[in-house]
């Protein structure tokens, strides 16, 4: 069978769904994902290379202006057809999302229970106590980066998880929870390389979970896939749904 009616098939037949997504799903959003090349003012850094606490650390200024271009970028972003494609999705079907995305384009989209692996762009939080830092702070202290309210020597930070840092104990183990009681496990938009999330659909598969990952790139999970869709996020998913409603037809 084609792979998106046999994609479709699957899910008309599914009993609960997880699904993993990275910066893929957004890049018909404009949000560049993190190993596409970076332009103009940040040519000459990497992205990987501003995402540590070793960074922030060697130069906060550079790190938060760069999540402040970020921001920016996010913020002028609209969800994508597959954004909305996987709200209809999880409309038919009891559906996990687990995100690595931090930039809230699932919940503007109207997925508003997204696990999020990796934090929110739109959130900003005390270098040393981790405590969240409100908007009327901020714009009463444009020094960048911002100092904390919480801490005598803390600094506003944004409120993702950099390379390196542990990601939330309890979306980790919500997200573990649903690869161990799903039959389908949906891989988007992710170059799998960043763990614990990356391990996800081997979790699922291991609990019995049929696996399909959609990316136009292989990645490091093509191998174990029982099926590869090698297109656009945006393009795939509503292609599937459409292809749901013929089976139903
Ligand atoms: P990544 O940049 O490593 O990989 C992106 C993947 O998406 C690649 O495999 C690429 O082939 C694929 N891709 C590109 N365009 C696509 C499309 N239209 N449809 C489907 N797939 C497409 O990103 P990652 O795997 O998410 O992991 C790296 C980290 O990057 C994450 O921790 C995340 O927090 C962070 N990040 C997030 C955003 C965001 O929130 N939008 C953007 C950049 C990076």
Do not use: K
């Not at 109207?110 to 969240?132: K, N, V």
């Amino acid at each position: 069978m084609e792979p998106v009616r046999q994609l479709a098939a699957t899910l008309s037949q599914a009993r609960r769904l997880l699904v993993l997504t990275g910066a893929g799903v957004s890049a018909e959003s404009g949000i560049a994902t993190f190993r596409d090349a970076q332009t103009g003012l940040w040519a000459r850094f990497r992205p990987e290379d501003l995402a540590t606490p070793e960074a922030f650390a060697r130069d906060p200024a550079l790190v938060w202006r760069w999540y402040a271009w970020r921001r920016d970028q996010i913020a002028r972003a609209q969800p994508n057809a597959a954004h909305y494609a996987l709200v209809e999705i999880a409309r038919r079907l009891p559906t996990t999302l687990v995100t690595q995305n931090v930039d809230d384009l699932h919940q503007r989209a109207g997925f508003h229970d997204a696990i999020c692996l990796h934090g929110s762009i739109a959130r900003t939080l005390c270098s040393i106590t981790g405590q969240a830092i409100d908007a009327d702070w901020l714009a009463a202290h444009p020094q960048e980066p911002p100092p904390s309210p919480h801490h005598p020597r803390g600094l506003a930070r944004p409120g993702v998880v950099w390379f390196g840092e542990n990601l939330p104990a309890a979306a980790l183990e919500q997200a573990y929870a649903a690869a161990a009681d799903c039959d389908v496990v949906l891989a988007i938009g992710t170059s799998a390389l960043v763990h614990p999330a990356a391990g996800l659909p081997a979790e699922a598969q291991r609990h019995g979970a049929w696996f399909a990952e959609i990316n136009p790139q292989r990645t490091p999970l093509s191998g174990q896939a029982d099926l590869c869709l090698p297109l656009a996020a945006g393009v795939a998913l509503p292609a599937v749904l459409a292809a749901w409603n013929g089976v139903h037809a």
